[in-house]
Structures are given as C-alpha cells and as structure tokens.
C-alpha cells in the first residue's frame, strides 16, 4: 500500500502544537499499523526549517519540503483571489509541480489531504490519481473558527472575516463533498459536517509523560500552548486583564509556556509570572503544576491543551470554547466557566481546597484513559483502509 500525505506543517511528535502530534501520530499508524509505504508532501514557514523534518523521516520514505516566505505566501494569494485566503497562502505551484511529477513515477493507493489549508488539490489528485481513494483530515472545521472572530472583532476587521466567512464555508463544504472520506478529531465536528457522506470521527492523540508530581513550594498554574497562535495569545492577556487581578496570589506563580511568544507576552514577566518560551521537555514544567488554566475565546476543534493537562494529572479549568468537543463533565472531571469573575473564584478555591483538586486530578485522568487511545483510532483507520 503506498500513501502521499499532504501537510501544511512538518509533523511531530511531542511538540506543543495539536495538529503536528496529530499529524505524526496518523503517520506512525499508516507506518507501522496498516504497513503502507508513506511519502509527505509538505509546505514550511519561514521559521522552519529542513532538520526538523528529521524525526518524521524515520516513519516516511521520501520528504518533499517547500518553504514559504513572506513574499511567496503573498504572491501564492494574489495569483489565486477566488479561493479563500487560508487556502491560497499554501495552494502552490510547486506543489502542483511536484504532485504532477509523482504521477508520472508513482501509484499511490491513498492521498490524504492534511488541514483545510489543502483541500484545494483535490481537484488535480483526482485527474492524476484516478485509482486512489482521497482523504481529509479536517483537523478543525475553519469556517467555525472564522465565525468566532466575527464575534470577537469590530470595523474593517470584522468587514473581512464576514467576507471570508461566506466563501470559506463554501469553499470547505464543497470541497469535503467531492472528497471519498472526511475524518474530524471531534464528534462535535462530524456533526457540524453531518450533510457530508463519509466523515467519521477520530480521536486525539495526546502526550501522557512518565512522570510523577514534584514537591514544590506554593500553588502553580499554567498556560500551554503554541503562543505565536492567535488564539492562545489573546486567552493569556484575557486572563491576565480580566481574571489574574482576582486571583488571590499569596505563594502563587503563573507560567506561560509554550515557543514564540510575542513581545507583548514577554513583557508580562514579572515576580508571579513566568514566560518560558519554547521548552525542550514539557514534562519538567507539568510535573510542577497544580493547576491548568485555558481561558480561550477563539479557535474551532477539540483543545489537546486541555486533554494532556487532564491526561497527565493536572486538574483543568476552561471556558466553553476551550472545552468544545470534550464531553467530560464540568465539576467532576473538570472546570468550565466563561465568568472571568467565576473563573477567578474557581482557582482560588481550587488552590485552597486540595481534596476537590485531587478529585478533580483523578476524575480528570480516568476520563481520558476511558475515552481516548491509540488503539480507537487505529482501529477506525483499519475498518476504512484494510
């Protein structure tokens, strides 16, 4: 079996970022599960560069890499208007180039097409490729994420997401209905999709780390997440504006963690607030924490944050957003509030009331183990696949 995957990002293993865990992680099942032979086919930021594509090399058999600058990103949108522009910055004539190439030397049984970003090449797999069957993994449903910044933005801004909003619920629903299977990472997202024929729902891949609670003095919490995204960016100064001056912070210390934060993050550093930027081994921080805290209010799909902080022990409190598509149950296996007022309260009691955060812990923990595996989805791929 030969399979062409097709990605925005390099994928990766343990890297804060969901979609590249994810990513890697459908790769390794492919690999080593269903024992097809695999090729990634994959656009890179400016920031990227070709050594990380090392440990995914080790479960593919070629890499084909093209990096977009700036400039690129913008000509790639001005030679396509009519698409949207989350798919015209990575819809590339390299790309194409290079997919017309493999059709001359290659028979791919699979194509899969990795983020909204790529549905766009369906058009030309299914010309070239007229055997192999093409798959989406629709790692968030985009549109739903434009429509929360509608809600979030006034003037010129909300202007154009409202215009951008139109076409890309046009654009993904037509695209995903001429694709053989669509596989969400959320039975919310199916849902969403459920006038589609073929979506299934997969399951998160999340990073559970060996390790056990060091003992340290005060009361911890964190933020974790890529924080070069938008979404993740604004969640931190929300909390920080509108939730941290509430919080009790006698022997309290707040950690942002995660690669790329923006200067304006970096300028929150102060006695209680720590900003790591990127770190090496996430373990060493989450076994110092006691608590979770994801304060989002953009972005669309399930928020692997919030399942490995309840994966690997840490009690969670989060808003709607930031639970969507987990269905754990708020007070018993974890925190949801939208109140920044509530939100407030809810960690001051929490640091105060180590039973309840014990509780919350171990709730938190058997909900993952009983809804979320390697296993699940391997077993879903090999019912489609094999």
């Given amino acids: 079996m030969n399979t062409l995957f097709i990605s925005s990002f390099i994928p990766k293993s343990n890297a804060p ?10 790769i390794k099942i492919l690999r080593e599960e269903l024992k097809s032979k695999v090729d990634l086919l994959c656009t890179i930021n400016d920031g990227e560069n070709e050594n990380e594509a090392l440990e995914v090399s080790t479960i593919t058999d070629n890499q084909y890499l ?13 030679k396509s208007p009519f698409i949207p522009s989350i798919a015209s910055v990575r819809y590339d004539s390299r790309v194409l180039q290079k997919i017309r190439s493999l059709a001359n030397t290659k028979k791919y049984d699979y194509v899969i097409l990795d983020y909204t970003q790529n ?8 010309k070239l490729f007229k055997d192999c069957r093409i798959i989406s993994l ?8 434009l429509d929360r910044k509608i809600k979030n933005t006034s003037g010129i801004k909300k202007m154009f997401y409202r215009f951008e909003y139109s076409r890309l619920k046009s654009y993904e629903l037509t695209a995903l209905k001429n694709i053989d299977k669509v596989y969400t990472v959320n039975e919310k997202d199916k849902e969403l999709l459920k006038d589609i024929i073929g979506v299934e729902a997969l399951y998160p891949f999340i ?4 390790m056990g609670q060091k003992k340290h003095e005060g009361f911890n919490l964190m933020f974790w997440g890529a924080m070069n995204r938008k979404e993740n960016e604004d969640a931190v100064m929300y909390f920080v504006k509108s939730i941290w001056e509430q919080v009790d912070k006698k022997n309290i210390k707040f950690f942002i ?14 006695e209680n607030i720590t900003v790591t930027g990127f770190v090496e081994d996430p373990a060493e921080y989450f076994q110092l924490m006691d608590l979770s805290i994801v304060p989002l209010r953009l972005g ?18 989060t808003t709607t957003i930031g639970a969507e598509g987990i269905y754990a149950k708020n007070e018993r296996d974890i925190i949801i509030t939208d109140n920044p007022k509530d939100f407030a309260y809810k960690i001051n009691n929490l640091k ?12 938190g923990m058997s909900f993952i183990n009983d809804n979320y595996g390697f296993e699940k989805n391997k077993q879903i791929l090999k019912d489609y696949i094999l």
Wanted: glycine letters at 6%.
């Fill in 17 to 26: 970022q969901a979609g590249v865990n994810f990513s890697y992680n459908f």
């Fill in 66 to 78: 093209f990096k977009l600058s700036k400039k690129r990103k913008l000509f790639n949108v001005l």
């Fill in 119 to 126: 549905l766009n090449y369906y058009k030309c797999i299914q």
């Fill in 138 to 145: 629709e790692q968030d449903v985009s549109f739903l994420g």
């Fill in 207 to 210: 990073n559970k780390w060996e």
């Fill in 257 to 270: 963690i995660g690669a790329n934060p923006s200067d304006q993050i970096k300028k929150l550093e102060s």
């Fill in 300 to 317: 669309a799909g399930v928020k692997i944050k919030v399942l490995e902080s309840m994966a690997n022990g840490i009690p969670v409190i």
């Fill in 352 to 363: 105060n009331d180590i039973t309840q955060r014990e509780t919350i812990k171990k709730n």
